[in-house]
């Protein structure tokens, strides 16, 4: 199921980075709340009897990267 959630968010065009225990996402918060309701969906479809999705958001006007929040700790 995870590769197809991951699979999902890649055709979206969505800046994202995909990790061991989640992946996180950049965009306009409609768009990325969308793809949190067809991931469970896509889940459910699977077999899921029941999906949690645990969701952060971090905002500021102008907004914020990944790479702005990550670049200075990559090697």
């Known amino acids: 199921m995870v590769d197809k959630v ?3 968010i890649q055709r979206s ?6 990790g061991p225990m989640e ?3 950049e965009g306009d918060l409609k768009e ?3 793809l ?3 991931a469970q969906d896509i889940c459910v479809q699977a077999g899921s ?3 949690i999705s645990i969701v ?3 905002y500021k006007p102008g ?6 929040k990550i670049d200075k700790y990559r090697i």
């Open 49 to 51: 009897q029941r999906v």
């Open 32 to 34: 990325l709340l969308d």
């Open 6 to 8: 991951i699979e999902l």
């Open 63 to 68: 907004g914020v990267s990944i790479n702005e």
């Open 13 to 18: 065009g969505v800046n994202h980075t995909v």
């Open 36 to 38: 949190v309701i067809k």
């Open 23 to 25: 992946t996180t996402m």
């Open 56 to 58: 952060k958001i971090d």
